[in-house]
Every structure is written in C-alpha cells, then in structure tokens.
C-alpha cells in the first residue's frame, strides 16, 4: 500500500513536472531568447546582457526554432554600403545584386507615395467633417508636414538610386 502511495505521488507530481516544463516553453522569455556572445582575444562568454565595449559581440536571437547570428559590426552597416564593399561577389552577380537594389528602392519610393496619399486624404476627410475655420490653419500646418516627411524619405531613397545607378554603370563599363 505504502508503495501505492509513493508511485501516485511521483506520478502526480511527475505529470505537474511536464505540465510545469511545458508551459516553460509556451510562455515566452525575452531574457532566455536572445544570449550575446562576447570575444576577446581567444576568451568566449555567453551572456544575456550586451558585452561590454572592448569585446566583440555577438547576438544570438532563437525564436520559433530558428536560431540567427547577428554580429554588432555587421548589424550596425548600411546594407547598401555592404553590398558595394563585397569584394567576394563575381562582376555578373554584383550587377544582378545592384538590379535587385534599384528595384526594391523603386517599389519602396511607389509605396511611400501610396502611403502618402492615403494620409493625406484621411487628413481631409477628417478636416472635411470638422468644418472649423480655426482648423484650416492647423490642417494645412498637418498637410505641410506630411508632405515634408515623405518627401525627406523619398530625398533620402533618391539620393540611394543614383548611388546604386552609378555603380551599376560603372561595373558594367568594367565588364566590357
């Protein structure tokens, strides 16, 4: 009887065990998500705070089974500026890479302009029901700023492209 006992007692807690561990894995952590790797020298310490500023770090981000890398150096860099520093690219793929570019930015400038109009005409249409003389002010200070925003992004996509277009031309200038 005593033995009885004992096995329903551990199978109890036993169940209460992998039901505990179960929702361990359910529930989920930031902190037990993401661990930085720190190098210095030939010394490597895991972490889950940010290593200190003399050591090299990694981070190492592991979420829905997936684990991805990331290191600060790379993280921190343009990845426009990292493609034109790839030195380990062949010419016909640097040129295939620099088309994707432009044509990513391209998509990106034709989205801000639809997300820009899409606020603007919210912007009217609130003001359209507001019909207050004191809020024409304020509404054309909004639409001001709107458009201000979009085009400081599309300024900054620009100014990109004809990065990109230049380099292009100039490796297919070199590959004749």
Same mark, same amino acid.
């Given at each position: 009887?005593?033995?009885?006992?004992?096995?329903?007692?551990?199978?109890?807690?036993?169940?209460?065990?992998?039901?505990?561990? +179960?929702?361990?894995?359910?529930?989920?952590? +930031?902190?037990? +998500?993401?661990? !930085?790797?720190?190098?210095?020298?030939?010394?490597?310490?895991?972490?889950?705070?940010?290593?200190?500023?003399? !050591?090299?770090?990694?981070?190492?981000? !592991?979420?829905?089974?997936?684990?991805?890398?990331?290191?600060?150096?790379?993280?921190?860099?343009?990845?426009?500026?990292?493609?034109?520093?790839?030195?380990?690219?062949?010419?016909?793929?640097?040129?295939?890479?620099?088309?994707?570019?432009?044509?990513?930015?391209?998509?990106?400038?034709?989205?801000?302009?639809?997300?820009?109009?899409?606020?603007?005409?919210?912007?009217?249409? &609130?003001?359209?029901?507001?019909?207050?003389?004191?809020?024409?002010?304020?509404?054309?200070?909004?639409?001001?700023?709107?458009?201000?925003? !979009?085009?400081? &992004?599309?300024?900054?996509?620009?100014?990109?492209?004809?990065?990109?277009?230049?380099?292009?031309? &100039? +490796?297919?200038?070199?590959?004749?």
């Amino acid at each position: 009887m005593e033995g009885l006992f004992i096995y329903r007692l551990f199978s109890i807690s036993g169940q209460f065990g992998l039901l505990a561990s +179960a929702l361990l894995f359910v529930i989920p952590s +930031a902190s037990a +998500a993401t661990v !930085y790797k720190c190098e210095k020298q030939q010394k490597v310490i895991y972490s889950q705070q940010p290593c200190e500023a003399d !050591y090299k770090e990694h981070r190492v981000d !592991y979420k829905f089974g997936v684990t991805t890398i990331t290191d600060s150096d790379e993280a921190n860099k343009d990845p426009i500026q990292k493609l034109l520093e790839n030195r380990n690219l062949s010419q016909e793929e640097f040129i295939k890479q620099l088309e994707q570019e432009i044509f990513r930015l391209n998509q990106q400038n034709s989205y801000i302009d639809l997300v820009r109009d899409a606020e603007l005409k919210k912007l009217e249409r &609130q003001h359209f029901w507001h019909k207050k003389e004191e809020d024409k002010i304020d509404y054309q200070q909004q639409v001001q700023y709107l458009n201000n925003y !979009y085009d400081e &992004q599309l300024r900054y996509n620009n100014k990109k492209l004809s990065l990109l277009l230049q380099h292009k031309e &100039q +490796a297919l200038s070199n590959s004749d």
